[in-house]
């Protein structure tokens, strides 16, 4: 995992941001409609799980139920029925992962924006800072962390948020670089220019669209570090996610019980969100920051064609 | 050929003995063991000056130090020694808040003009923003500006150009953009670092008449180019540099017709003509431009000179006026001519 | 029969949104052994991939029509297939920018070795023994066969593509741009380099560039392309001295020479899509001469002189006379 994100690091060709560009660009992509679209539902369900899944715990049946034609998905070590506490839990999901990658993406940017923009010894400082956050192993400092500060929602967005932003950093930092080298920043500048207004007016809107697509995939990373930190019971324990539910059908002993509905549903929604996020934060990192194609390196295979008719 | 026209007017611009070396990194073991620090002598004491409705052409190979002293003379880089006068008032040390009102009265055009202008501002947030920047003037002033701007610039009609987008333009176009945005604060010099070299050849000439014509409106205009060609039709004056200094400079023409210094002259017989009938023969002369960290004693282009003798290897020599010159103000540093 | 000899050669390349961009439309040329012929373009009017088909070298979505004979063989007859055999060894090109290409980290007699080995020219100590002589032969001395790209210098390393290029004694170069990142002083040394190379080997050389000067000064004929088509072909003096096609008067005169007195004019408007089939002279928008058959008959490559042809109706009486 850590690797693909290694490998989003420089831009190797970065992409003009110009108006019509994300639409035409971007937003056509077949991978991300399909992402979007799964993902607007889940908000949506996300959303609107008060209203549809109002008293998740409520026991609607015996424990470890299965799936019947009333409850789709069984019930749970509790008797609460499953797709109730899927909606509910998904709201705490997609709230950390949205709000741990925002952090993330916040620290992040902010750090890349400064020393790519600024470079010297800010640069080295901070990017030296940058390493040693990289080296300390992450799991292992979400336990200590999640351990040490208490296991509130609020706590757990921030582990995640401060655990995740140094791949954000040097992505941003890259693009701030090449985008400051840009003739018409130091065209800006010659005019006599301010550093806010060269931040905010040039480099900022070519960065933004990167910054977003790599937020989208912290989006994936934080749901998924939300789950196995609630798995391994260091979560809050009057929330519903989905990780709890992973959690309370080993603590309720769902696998002696061979309830499969109980272990696998929250499961695989935390992959569909997570490969929802990847579809539209790869594509929207592939549309921005195109990878040198090796197409033309291909075997030779130009068509051909016979002469058209010359006009008499 | 250029027009005899508006030139001297009163002085604008004075540089001089302009110096700016940027220091080469050691590395590690020669920071630790202090080793000396080598440096690249990009200006090495360049003297010029730049009237009022004149165009000087910089010409030179790569290397020569040519932008690094109009970027100097900008004070967009620190020169480490010599004088730059505008207006009769030092600006080698003033300091940045001064340098600002100082932007306003001096601008630049870059070479390539598809990246000078920013692709997300339309065209007339392009030529505003200076304006903006120096927070000059109403919006209806602003316009004002722009419209006049984009005019002078050979945009017309302006209406026209205001709302698109540079993608939506040719690099003809996208050029004189970038030279409106640099007219609408109405400066008095502008430097021009290869203004039209990215350019089509079909599409050359008319960005370069827009520079000639400013002329005529008092504007003082520094281009720099390695195309003599382009110098010889458009400027006024010119000064060949060599490895960070200027090795002749006078009157176009007389440069051109009557070159004395032999660097000059084998750089002359070179450029290619459109006559297939002329038949210059050309001074190739051998080997390339040594790297301007390590410069040759005495006289700099002595190892490559044809017509080098002893004593050049020794002295230094300074511009003065050479014997077979037509015109006061053409001056060689050659010990020979 | 020439060596080379181009017969109505179109190229197009397939759009993403399913158009097609028809990038060279039916040209025609021939060059002799030894010869140097120019092929004088700006930006857009398709030189380049008209030499590329020449090489076989097109990307995927490219379809190529029209004959290309070499040493009378076409190939082009069966695509990739029969374009194959002949590249490096009968053919070869310098690419633009080629002097940026190298791998940095192999030598560059590694590199220039390469292609003798692709292409079973030769191989081992004997290929090297060639890379140091094609060294000596484009004025690098040849012990730097063992250092890398990065110690050479621009003119140099340009010299090395050069090198590379006539690695497997190809009868025919091909040059794309080979000057323009260049010194003038470099330049001269490479067009000279070039000249010797022609008259000394019998090499003829096509000499792709947006340079009119250049080609005015090395070669001894050239073709004007515009918008796919040729406009004008002959000896370079006629093409200065006589021209009958006004873009190539145009371009002339759109040049700065250093001993010229007339003004310097830019063309007015810009070149034409070439996404959808043009209707009448592509040139008609910006010609200062254009009549009444312009806009909507295309003029054919009419002969004005001998070895001179010229794609104007202003050249073709029956037309003027009908008008």
């Given amino acids: 995992m850590s690797a693909a994100i290694e490998a989003a690091d420089a831009p190797e060709n970065p992409v003009e941001v110009r108006p019509g560009l994300i639409r035409a660009k971007v937003l056509r992509q077949p991978q991300t409609i399909v992402g979007l679209t799964v993902l607007a539902l889940f908000i949506l369900v996300a959303v609107l799980s008060p209203v549809l899944a109002p008293d998740p715990r409520e026991q609607v049946g015996p424990v470890f139920d299965p799936p019947s034609r009333d409850y789709v998905l069984g019930t749970d070590g509790g008797g609460a029925d499953m797709v109730s506490l899927l909606i509910a839990g998904a709201r705490v999901s997609l709230i950390v992962g949205f709000a741990a990658a925002v952090v993330s993406a916040f620290i992040g940017g902010a750090i890349g924006l400064l020393s790519g923009f600024f470079g010297g010894k800010l640069d080295t400082i901070l990017m030296r800072f940058t390493d040693y956050v990289i080296v300390i192993p992450d799991v292992p400092l979400m336990i200590v962390a999640a351990a040490l500060f208490g296991r509130s929602l609020t706590n757990i967005i921030l582990i995640i948020g401060v655990i995740y932003w140094t791949t954000t950093a040097r992505l941003v930092r890259a693009q701030v670089k090449s985008v400051r080298e840009r003739v018409y920043v130091k065209r800006a500048r010659s005019l006599g220019a301010g550093n806010v207004r060269l931040i905010g007016k040039h480099v900022l809107p070519q960065v933004a669209p990167l910054l977003i697509a790599n937020t989208v995939l912290l989006i994936a990373y934080a749901i998924f570090a939300e789950t196995f930190i609630t798995f391994l019971g260091l979560g809050d324990p009057s929330l519903i996610s989905w990780g709890r539910l992973i959690e309370n059908a080993f603590t309720d002993d769902a696998l002696l019980n061979e309830a499969w509905w109980a272990i696998i549903p929250p499961g695989v929604c935390v992959a569909i969100v997570v490969l929802a996020c990847t579809m539209v934060g790869q594509s929207m990192e592939d549309s921005l920051n195109p990878r040198l194609s090796t197409g033309h390196l291909s075997v030779r295979r130009f068509g051909l064609r016979p002469v058209p008719k010359r006009e008499p | ?337 | ?323």
């Fill in chain 3, 1 to 323: 029969m020439s060596l080379l000899t181009v017969s109505d050669l179109h190229v197009w390349f397939g759009l993403p949104n399913g158009g097609e961009l028809h990038a060279v439309r039916g040209i025609d040329f021939s060059v002799e052994p030894g010869e140097r012929f120019g092929l004088v373009g700006e930006s857009g009017c398709g030189k380049t991939s008209a030499i590329l088909a020449l090489m076989g070298l097109l990307p995927p979505n490219a379809i190529v029509a029209g004959e290309v004979l070499l040493d009378r063989e076409n190939i082009l007859a069966r695509g990739e297939e029969s374009a194959e055999p002949h590249r490096w060894r009968d053919i070869a090109m310098v690419f633009q920018g080629a002097m940026n290409a190298f791998n940095p980290v192999q030598t560059i007699g590694a590199q220039i070795v390469e292609p003798m080995e692709l292409h079973d020219f030769a191989e081992g100590s004997a290929a090297l023994r060639r890379a140091q002589e094609l060294l000596e032969l484009v004025g690098i001395p040849g012990d730097r066969v063992s250092r890398y790209p990065h110690e050479f210098s621009g003119g140099m390393r340009q010299r090395a593509a050069i090198a590379m290029a006539l690695a497997c004694k190809p009868k025919v170069l091909l040059a794309d741009e080979p000057t323009t990142a260049l010194d003038v002083m470099v330049q001269a040394q490479i067009l000279e380099l070039l000249t010797n190379l022609a008259n000394d080997f019998g090499l003829a050389l096509v000499l792709v560039t947006h340079d009119l000067p250049v080609v005015a000064q090395v070669c001894e004929r050239a073709a004007v392309m515009y918008a796919g088509i040729v406009a004008e072909l002959g000896s370079v003096d006629r093409l200065f001295h006589d021209p009958r096609h006004p873009y190539t008067r145009l371009l002339f005169a759109a040049t700065p020479d250093l001993y010229g007195a007339d003004e310097v004019a830019s063309i007015p408007g810009a070149p034409p899509r070439l996404d959808r089939e043009p209707v009448g002279c592509p040139f008609e928008p910006r010609c200062d001469r254009a009549f009444s058959p312009c806009p909507t008959v295309t003029p054919r490559l009419l002969e004005v002189e001998a070895g001179h042809v010229a794609a104007c109706h202003l050249n073709d009486p029956a037309v003027k006379a009908a008008s």
């Fill in chain 2, 1 to 337: 050929m250029s027009e005899a026209g508006s030139v001297n007017g009163a002085p604008l611009l004075e540089v001089e003995n302009l110096v700016v070396r940027y220091p080469l990194p050691r590395g590690l073991i020669g920071t630790l063991r202090r080793w000396p620090r080598a440096h690249v002598h990009a200006v090495e004491g360049v003297s010029f000056s730049l009237r009022q409705g004149e165009m000087l052409a910089l010409v030179g190979e790569s290397g020569c130090g040519k932008t690094t002293t109009a970027q100097t003379v900008l004070r967009l880089l620190e020169p480490d020694d010599g004088r730059i006068r505008f207006r009769g008032e030092d600006i080698s040390r003033l300091p940045p808040r001064r340098l600002r009102s100082l932007r306003r009265r001096m601008q630049i055009i870059y070479q390539d003009p598809y990246e000078s202008l920013d692709p997300r501002f339309r065209v007339r947030d392009t030529v505003e923003e200076p304006l903006v920047i120096h927070g000059l003037g109403s919006k209806v002033e602003r316009r004002a500006d722009v419209l006049r701007a984009l005019e002078q610039a050979g945009l017309t009609p302006p209406d026209l150009f205001l709302d698109r987008y540079p993608h939506q333009l040719s690099g003809g176009q996208r050029q004189r953009v970038a030279i409106a945005a640099s007219l609408v604060l109405d400066p008095d010099v502008l430097v021009a670092d290869e203004p039209v070299s990215m350019l089509d050849v079909s599409v050359r000439a008319g960005v370069l008449a827009i520079l000639s014509e400013l002329r005529g409106q008092g504007l003082g205009i520094l281009m720099i180019t390695h195309d003599l060609s382009t110098a010889a039709r458009f400027a006024d004056r010119i000064a060949v540099m060599y490895l960070g200094r200027i090795v002749e400079e006078g009157p176009a023409d007389e440069i051109i017709q009557n070159a004395q210094h032999p660097y000059t002259r084998a750089l002359l017989s070179v450029v290619p003509q459109r006559d297939p009938r002329a038949r210059s023969t050309p001074q190739i002369l051998r080997g390339e431009t040594p790297n301007s960290v390590r410069i040759p004693p005495g006289c700099r282009f002595h190892p490559r000179c044809p017509m080098a003798i002893e004593e050049c290897k020794a002295v230094d020599p300074q511009l003065a006026r050479p014997k077979a010159a037509t015109s006061d103000s053409h001056l060689a540093a050659c010990i020979r001519v």
